[in-house]
């Protein structure tokens, strides 16, 4: 399947030039990597992220950095919760201590510091996803599970998307690749955000 060459051709790629960071081994995971902060602080160039009131963020490490950035300048965070087990958790940052935002910003910290909410029950300005690859033509490949895209599909469903909502993913240099095949189920990046540059898509 060309997509899982991709993913494969990504994560060796990461793993033997020495980008990859951790948790290690980055196959079959979101991949963190060298530069994620650096990503994130570009997220924040973003018009559209200085205006959103609550951001949507994917659960993995290399978003880590753009969770405890929203909850730092005091957006409503709503993150899904490892493999859509448990929905979605929203941390509110005006309730949480000043001193906790960044425990609060992992997995762990969030079912500490969040609370469980119904799709329903938001409204997502900016929606992060997390990626292995993605294409300049807003083609995007995650871990092969599909979780974002049910996330997506979820919050849409539920009249928790915002009009007009980017769709973020904040990756490395490397994972930009030609050419990703899609589905129709797939939904497209209309920002590309690496440690070097921010690509809108056309």
């Not at 049910?150 to 909502?165: N, R, T, V």
Request: with cysteine.
């Amino acid at each position: 399947m060309v997509k899982d060459e991709i993913r494969m051709r990504v994560w060796r790629l990461m793993e033997e030039k020495g980008i990859a960071t951790f948790p290690r081994p980055v196959f079959h995971r979101i991949p963190n990597f060298i530069g994620a902060k650096k990503a994130a602080q570009r997220v924040n160039e973003l018009p559209e992220y200085k205006t959103a009131k609550a951001v949507f963020c994917n659960p993995d490490s290399p978003q880590r950095h753009v969770r405890e950035m929203a909850l730092m300048h005091g957006k409503m965070l709503v993150m899904a919760t490892p493999r859509l087990r448990k929905g979605l958790l929203l941390l509110d940052p005006h309730v949480i201590p000043q001193n906790r935002l960044f425990e609060a910003s992992s997995i762990r910290g969030a079912f500490k510091h969040g609370r469980f909410v119904k799709p329903s029950e938001v409204k997502i300005d900016l929606f992060v996803a997390g990626s292995v690859a993605v294409s300049l033509d807003g083609g995007r490949l995650g871990k092969g599970t599909g979780y974002s895209d049910q996330e997506y599909a979820i919050l849409k469903k539920a009249d928790g998307l915002a009009p007009g909502l980017l769709v973020v993913t904040t990756v490395h240099d490397v994972q930009i690749v030609e050419k990703i095949p899609r589905d129709e189920w797939d939904v497209p990046v209309d920002v590309i955000v690496t440690p070097t540059r921010v690509i809108r898509m056309k």
